[in-house]
């Protein structure tokens, strides 16, 4: 089992840039997929981003070119970096783990949340 806590989210004005860091606790952290979905006001939970245990990363095409996500295996973390943002940007950002090597871009196919980070993007 692993236990996830996200951080780094906050206010930033359109244009900018954050960073959303996911540590996870437990010994196995390598043997996770990790991945970033977010949620708006009124909308469902969508994908963001995954990486797998060997590197392999997707994103979705909305955040294609904007964010980035790779992590530290030895810091137990998941990093999700976003730039140029958009006010649709807006939505709680949530680090979820999917036990195995390969990736997911369903929320029904990640094991493990965390809590979630509030993410605004001013216009």
């Known amino acids: 089992q692993v236990q996830l806590a996200e951080s780094g989210g906050g206010l930033v004005q359109a244009g900018g840039s954050l960073r959303l860091s996911c540590e996870a606790s437990?010994?196995?952290?390598?043997?996770?997929?990790m991945g970033w979905f977010r949620q708006a006001p009124g909308k469902e939970r969508e994908f963001v981003a995954a990486?797998?245990?060997?590197?392999?990363?997707y994103v979705a095409d909305s955040v294609e070119g904007r964010f980035t996500i790779y992590r530290d295996s030895a810091k137990n973390t998941v990093t999700l970096q976003m730039s140029s943002l958009k006010p649709e940007d807006t939505a709680v950002y949530y680090c979820?783990?999917?036990?195995?090597?390969?990736?997911?871009?369903?929320?029904?196919?990640?094991?493990?949340w965390g809590q979630g980070t509030q993410v605004t993007v001013s216009s």
């Open positions: 990486i797998s245990w060997g590197g392999d990363t």
């Open positions: 437990g010994r196995t952290f390598s043997s996770y997929a």
């Open positions: 979820a783990a999917r036990v195995g090597y390969y990736t997911g871009t369903s929320d029904v196919q990640y094991d493990y």
